[in-house]
């Protein structure tokens, strides 16, 4: 019904950039809040960074001017641009979005569907 698909990770050097893209598909009406989560081996998922529908952008304390977070509604699609990667930025990122309301074949309305999650896509930041 909805899907999430990342793209945009990759190997990079500390100081480098990357810029991470996910695209919700599907019947979609609107989407509320957007955003980034990481988890690295050994450690629980953690969020990044969020957007709201509005434009209202929030960041963890580590990635705080250093990462941006963007959305583009009439595509359904969030973008995390992260410049002066350092190794701690090493994880799985995987993005979120908290609530999209999506055409329900069945009920012939827009339904919320809850919480959705994208496969992840590996950032590794080494020398």
């Known amino acids: 019904q909805v899907q999430l698909v990342e793209s945009g990770g990759g190997l990079v050097q500390p100081g480098e950039t990357l810029r991470l893209s996910c695209e919700v598909s599907g019947s979609i009406g609107s989407i509320n809040t957007m955003g980034w989560y990481r988890q690295a081996p050994g450690n629980q998922r953690e969020l990044v960074a969020t957007i709201t529908e509005g434009g209202s952008e929030r960041y963890a304390e580590p990635v705080k001017g250093r990462f941006t977070v963007s959305r583009d509604n009439a595509k359904n699609s969030v973008y995390l641009q992260m410049n002066s990667l350092k190794p701690e930025d090493t994880a799985v990122y995987y993005c979120?979005?908290?609530?999209?309301?999506?055409?329900?074949?069945?009920?012939?309305?827009?339904?919320?569907?809850?919480?959705?999650w994208g496969q992840g896509t590996q950032v590794t930041v080494s020398s």
């Open positions: 979120n979005v908290d609530r999209v309301w999506a055409w329900d074949q069945r009920t012939k309305r827009y339904s919320p569907v809850e919480d959705s």
